[in-house]
């Protein structure tokens, strides 16, 4: 069975710090694919970013890096110099086992104050 | 261009009525989905369609139907509504089924059942 953790619910930073959002996942799967997602308060779903578990190289987007360690299964999400507007809800989410559906993490919710 | 768009977004109405959520994608894909977020923020899938036929249906209740005219339009019939069914309702779209693809969002519709 597929389950994907993200242990932190709430995250409160001040601007300017560096915060890691965490998530495992956990599978019987030899190679397969993560997403992360960002809720802003306005609601909408933004997609960010796909990751893959034979790569574990980092990713740097901007201030957005992605790290992906096989042996803990922690796909882990930094913000560097966090600003207001990264305040939002994150979720990571797995590709669940058939129909192309995604499997959300209880998402973390990250309030970045001035 | 709106690439998911979804009509209403907002949606307030009485025990035991019938209504109906529209969705439409512009970005020429072939996979279309229903997920359902809860007051929690738990978002979870209900229904996955791939070129007009339906190939998840995660034990919604059958009050629910989805109806795909076509690729680009999966729409959501709720009959019977209960307090229960107030959430946020969330169609999804991707090029096709598979582990791999990226899921875009429309901004939701908020569903209220007094």
């Known amino acids: 069975a597929q389950k994907v953790t993200q242990a932190q619910t709430e995250i409160s930073v001040v601007e300017k710090e560096d915060v890691t959002l965490d998530c495992v996942y956990e599978t019987r799967d030899t190679t397969y694919y993560l997403f992360w997602y960002k809720q802003p308060p306005s609601g909408e779903l933004v997609f960010l970013i796909r990751r893959n578990s034979f790569d574990e190289q980092n990713e740097i987007s901007g201030r957005y890096s992605w790290n992906f360690q096989k042996s803990t299964s922690s796909f882990n999400f930094t913000i560097t110099a966090s600003q207001v507007v990264d305040s939002a809800v994150y979720f990571c989410a797995p590709p669940g086992n058939q129909g192309g559906k995604l499997i959300f993490g209880q998402g973390t919710e990250l309030s970045v104050k001035p | 261009d709106t690439a998911v768009s979804q009509t209403p977004k907002y949606l307030v109405t009485q025990m035991g009525n019938d209504k109906s959520i529209k969705c439409e994608q512009n970005l020429g894909h072939d996979t279309m989905y229903w997920y359902k977020q809860d007051s929690k923020k738990f978002l979870k899938i209900m229904f996955s369609?791939?070129?007009?036929?339906?190939?998840i249906n995660e034990t919604v209740p059958n009050r629910f139907s989805p109806k795909s005219p076509d690729k680009a339009h999966l729409n959501l019939h709720i009959n019977s509504l209960e307090l229960g069914d107030s959430a946020v309702y969330f169609c999804a779209s991707s090029q096709v089924v598979g582990a791999y693809n990226e899921q875009f969002f429309g901004p939701g519709t908020r569903l209220t059942v007094l």
């Open positions: 369609y791939n070129n007009k036929e339906l190939i």
